[in-house]
């Protein structure tokens, strides 16, 4: 039995040093498969040739953008009810259950949660790859999808000019 151990010990001393040993260059040549991570001037720049384009660039990092930030302001709403319920609280009689906190506290988990899904799911349904793929569909002769394009807005047609 030990010496199962010890062979098996070895094996895997060996297997590991050799592969810490392989050296892999990094070949410059090769396009990697992250050249969808552009910002949104990148894309204007790539495909805003129209109105339309443009304002689908637009419309779509304005929701992501509006995803994210519901997403972040989602984590601090039980504390900041909680805590507007503590303050509540203190000019109250001494009671049992501080109401006012418990209250602040569900109610903020509430929203913090509905709002924490809301955004994550915005965020996560306005991928840069898919609309890079759409766009590049788009720049071959493709029709933009209406699922898309019955989103857009008057100022996503007005802000393509905006920096």
Known sequence: MKQRVLI?????FQTTTFAAELV??????????????MDKEGFVEKFGSDDTTSALINM???TRNEGILTFLLSTPMPYVL???GVVLDSGT???V???????????????????????SIR???YP???????????????????????????????SHTKK
């Open 8 to 12: 098996l010990c070895l094996l895997f």
């Open 24 to 37: 892999i260059d990094n070949d410059s040549t090769v396009e990697k498969h992250t050249f969808w991570r």
């Open 60 to 62: 779509y990092f304005r």
């Open 82 to 84: 909680g805590g507007i």
């Open 93 to 95: 009689s001494e009671t």
């Open 97 to 119: 259950i501080p109401i006012f906190t418990a209250t602040g506290v569900v109610i903020g988990t509430f929203i913090g949660s509905v709002m924490f899904f809301s955004g």
């Open 123 to 125: 965020w996560i349904s």
């Open 128 to 158: 840069r790859k898919r609309l890079y793929f759409i766009l590049e569909k788009h720049k071959q002769g493709e029709p933009l999808p209406k699922s898309l394009t019955k989103r857009i807005t008057k100022s996503d047609f007005d």
